[in-house]
Each structure stands twice: as structure tokens, then as C-alpha cells.
């Protein structure tokens, strides 16, 4: 038996006290994508630091082929769309723990939401474009 806020004896439970708090479903989701996304733009972040540091004096012809080699463009692509990916899942962890108004909240996920979509669309486009020859 637990003691209460007012001094008296409570029957219930820990567990019986946290039933009805909120769902426990989602977070292991987000948790998951979370480590997903930071190793995935983690390894694609090395390979173009590796790429970008052996080439650092090419000129502009040099590395508009690097791009443009089919492996590189993959990687660059699967970067940018981590990196957003990730960012987005981050900021949104931040709206939930900080913006307590839900108008608030739901307008600054909506914006992290399309910013994030608009600059991984504009970063695979322009990836394409280089790597397509345009």
C-alpha cells in the first residue's frame, strides 16, 4: 500500500496509477525510425566526407562526374533523405515536449513537416539534375 498526496493509505497499484496516462505504442516506432535514420545518414555522411576529402582540390568538371556516377548520386540521395527524415523526427519530438498550445503544436508540425519535405524534394532534384546530365 502506497501512501497518497493527502496523507492517507492508496490501494492502487504503480502500475494501476500510470493506466490511462497515454499510449506506449508509438514511441518505440519513433525510437526505431530515430536510430535508423542517424546510422543511415551517419554511413552515407562518411562516404561523402571520404569522397569530398580525397577530391577537395578537383575542379568543376571532376566532381560534377562524381555526382553524377550512379553510386554516388544513390548515396548522395539516400543522405539528403535521411537527414531530413531524421531532422524531422527530431523537431518533432521538440514541438511535442515544448509547444503545449495545441494550435501552436499542430501549425509548428505542419511546418516542420512541409520545410522538410520541400528541402529533401529541392536536394533530390538538384542531385538528379547534376547526375542526369541537365
Given at each position: 500500500m502506497n501512501t497518497g498526496m493527502n496523507g492517507g493509505m492508496e490501494m492502487r497499484?504503480?502500475?494501476?496509477?500510470?493506466?490511462?496516462?497515454?499510449?506506449?505504442?508509438?514511441?518505440t516506432h519513433h525510437f526505431i525510425w530515430q536510430r535508423v535514420t542517424a546510422i543511415a545518414t551517419g554511413?552515407?555522411?562518411?562516404?561523402?566526407?571520404?569522397?569530398?576529402?580525397a577530391l577537395r582540390s578537383a575542379d568543376y568538371a571532376v566532381m560534377h562526374a562524381l555526382v553524377a556516377d550512379p553510386v554516388n548520386a544513390a548515396v548522395l540521395v539516400a543522405f539528403l533523405l535521411g537527414m531530413?527524415?531524421?531532422?524531422?523526427?527530431?523537431?518533432?519530438?521538440?514541438?511535442?515536449?515544448?509547444?503545449?498550445?495545441?494550435?501552436?503544436?499542430?501549425?509548428?508540425?505542419?511546418?516542420?513537416?512541409?520545410?522538410c519535405a520541400l528541402a529533401a524534394i529541392a536536394g533530390v532534384l538538384a542531385v538528379l539534375r547534376v547526375a542526369?546530365?541537365?
Open positions: 497499484t504503480p502500475l494501476k496509477r500510470a493506466r490511462g496516462l497515454g499510449s506506449a505504442k508509438d514511441g554511413l552515407s555522411g562518411l562516404w561523402l566526407l571520404g569522397m569530398l576529402l531530413f527524415w531524421h531532422a524531422r523526427l527530431g523537431l518533432q519530438v521538440i514541438v511535442e515536449d515544448y509547444v503545449h498550445t495545441p494550435l501552436t503544436a499542430t501549425l509548428a508540425q505542419l511546418a516542420i513537416l512541409f520545410v542526369l546530365g541537365s
